[in-house]
């Protein structure tokens, strides 16, 4: 924030935006509330957060595909369509814990979703493994490539074991 933005308070005292938010005089919030246009920048801890909860997903993606996607020959690897997987899926059926997704605020949540999609090995048609990308949309932070509407059109999921 800059030095020479100042905000004036009904009493008539006056103090720099910065020193104002600095001492908790007004919030981020006042700002949105009326209007005022800022810059938000993502601090080193809220990035190392952020690969927190990416990798919270992960180690959920990793448990739910293992218990899961048992098979990985011809009938998976050939009849598998392209799936993704939320946050909310995961927490519903046990693979992540709600805390994990916990934002940078400390109060609002996070949202994840894994596209997955097979990965042949060897140049075959018959022995795959499962892979995925992990996107995530926070506050403050969007990953490129997290689509809200696929979110939400995939985080209702309820998932059922298939065994043969």
């Keep these: 924030m800059s030095d020479y933005v100042v905000v004036k308070y009904s009493d008539g ?12 005089h007004i919030s981020i919030s006042d700002l949105d509330r009326f209007n005022i246009k800022y810059i938000k920048t993502t601090t ?3 990035i190392r957060r952020y690969d927190e909860i990416k990798e919270s997903v992960s180690i959920a993606m990793d448990e739910f595909l293992n218990s899961t996607f048992i098979y990985r020959d011809d009938r998976n690897c050939n009849g598998f369509i392209n799936g993704n997987i939320t946050s909310d899926t995961l927490i519903k059926n046990g693979y992540l814990n709600s805390g994990a997704m916990l934002d940078t605020d400390n109060k609002s949540y996070c949202k994840a979703i894994a ?3 097979i990965n042949f090995l060897d140049n075959s048609k018959d022995v795959c493994e499962m892979k995925y990308e992990i996107y995530i949309s926070c506050k403050k932070y969007k990953t490129p490539g997290f689509d809200e509407l696929e979110y939400r059109s995939f985080s209702n999921y309820k998932h059922e074991s298939i065994s043969y």
């Design 44 to 46: 080193e801890k809220d």
């Design 115 to 117: 596209k997955e999609y």
């Design 13 to 24: 005292k006056e103090e720099t935006v910065k020193q104002a938010l600095k001492d908790n």
